[in-house]
């Protein structure tokens, strides 16, 4: 791939981006999520040459939200091998992350495991494989970011859990069709704590570079995944990681990565780059309305998207 002067493009990006900054508003349906400085922007891209540049609110944390996603499909992946996809589907849903009507008409089959149905039918799996699955999540992502200071955010934990109907509503739903095997409670308890890992860009970048690197093995706290498994998991990323705007998140930024609705994205370039953006005001689909513009330009200024 052609060299470019990464420092001068981020910071065009952070400059143009800046026409975005009051664009959208920030997930309050999560009371605790509202509290965040919704003016805050980070980015941080780690190269595969080990090179980070990074500028703005970079180390600053935030709730990963459905980021986290990513990293109970792979643990679940691991250990279940194929099979996984007897519980849960691989197609883009073409509807609200935390839509019910589907599930209805799909007998229970969440269409992927990126809507909130089927991260919850992922966390079911999780619970019944693993002896301390919140302990085990934990070290897999600080083995990922090398680093051992991540934690859970309790608070916003807690938030999730008193507000939290409509997960709720899935996990019964999922469980009226057996496709949740223990305790809804237990499901919804590890489900709002895997969504409430608390992050900076930088982390975020890190975690995600054995994706995008795709070397093997890919081993982190006993979680390992077969070169095949992390392209289908990056598949999964580029098809459905972006809500009902996955599509358009291909067509504009071209690249496979994961939103949540703490304005968090993390996008990456097969072998090249990952590059983590953070800003909290989320558009109508629920994907950080400036964090997707910084992305858009990234890849436009730097020419460097899969496509
Ligand atoms: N905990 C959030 C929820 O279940 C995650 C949503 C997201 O980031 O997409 O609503």
């Given at each position: 791939?052609?060299?470019?002067?990464?420092?001068?493009?981020?910071?065009?990006?952070?400059?143009?981006?800046?026409a975005f900054a009051d664009e959208g508003k920030v997930a309050d349906y999560?009371?605790?999520?509202?509290?965040?400085?919704?003016?805050?922007?980070?980015?941080?891209?780690?190269?595969?040459?080990?090179?980070?540049?990074?500028?703005?609110?970079?180390?600053?944390?935030?709730?990963?939200?459905?980021?986290?996603?990513?990293?109970?499909?792979?643990?679940?992946?691991?250990?279940?091998?194929?099979?996984?996809?007897?519980?849960?589907?691989?197609?883009?849903?073409?509807?609200?992350?935390?839509?019910?009507?589907?599930?209805?008409?799909?007998?229970?089959?969440?269409?992927?495991?990126?809507?909130?149905?089927?991260?919850?039918?992922?966390?079911?799996?999780?619970?019944?494989?693993?002896?301390?699955?919140?302990?085990?999540?934990?070290?897999?992502?600080?083995?990922?970011?090398?680093?051992?200071?991540?934690?859970?955010?309790?608070?916003?934990?807690?938030?999730?859990?008193?507000?939290?109907?409509?997960?709720?509503?899935?996990?019964?739903?999922?469980?009226?069709?057996?496709?949740?095997?223990?305790?809804?409670?237990?499901?919804?308890?590890?489900?709002?704590?895997?969504?409430?890992?608390?992050?900076?860009?930088?982390q975020l970048a890190l975690s995600f570079s054995p994706y995008a690197s795709?070397?093997?093995?890919?081993?982190?706290?006993?979680?390992?995944?077969?070169?095949?498994?992390?392209?289908?998991?990056?598949?999964?990323?580029?098809?459905?990681?972006?809500?009902?705007?996955?599509?358009?998140?291909?067509?504009?930024?071209?690249?496979?990565?994961?939103?949540?609705?703490?304005?968090?994205?993390?996008?990456?370039?097969?072998?090249?780059?990952?590059?983590?953006?953070?800003?909290?005001?989320?558009?109508?689909?629920?994907?950080?309305?400036?964090?997707?513009?910084?992305?858009?330009?990234?890849?436009?200024?730097?020419?460097?998207?899969?496509?």
């Open positions: 791939m052609k060299k470019v002067d990464y420092s001068a493009i981020l910071q065009q990006v952070y400059d143009q981006s800046k999560i009371p605790e999520l509202s509290t965040v400085n919704s003016s805050k922007f980070g980015i941080y891209l780690h190269t595969k040459d080990q090179t980070n540049y990074e500028l703005g609110d970079r180390l600053e944390s935030f709730s990963i939200q459905s980021i986290s996603k990513v990293f109970t499909l792979s643990m679940a992946f691991s250990h279940l091998k194929e099979n996984i996809w007897e519980r849960v589907g691989v197609e883009p849903s073409g509807t609200p992350f935390n839509s019910i009507v589907q599930l209805e008409y799909e007998n229970g089959i969440p269409r992927n495991p990126f809507i909130n149905a089927g991260a919850l039918v992922i966390a079911d799996i999780l619970l019944s494989h693993l002896k301390n699955p919140k302990e085990e999540l934990l070290q897999f992502v600080r083995a990922l970011a090398q680093d051992e200071s991540i934690q859970f955010d309790t608070k916003i934990a807690q938030s999730e859990k008193e507000s939290g109907y409509h997960n709720a509503s899935l996990v019964h739903m999922l469980k009226a069709y057996g496709n949740i095997k223990n305790p809804c409670e237990d499901v919804l308890d590890f489900y709002y704590n895997q969504c409430s890992l608390s992050m900076n860009c930088k795709l070397i093997e093995p890919f081993d982190f706290a006993g979680i390992v995944l077969s070169k095949s498994q992390v392209k289908r998991i990056n598949a999964i990323m580029l098809s459905c990681g972006f809500y009902d705007e996955s599509g358009d998140f291909a067509f504009r930024v071209g690249l496979p990565g994961k939103s949540g609705v703490g304005g968090g994205i993390i996008a990456f370039h097969p072998h090249e780059y990952s590059i983590a953006v953070w800003s909290p005001r989320l558009n109508k689909k629920g994907n950080s309305a400036r964090g997707m513009k910084a992305l858009e330009l990234f890849t436009t200024l730097s020419g460097q998207s899969i496509f």
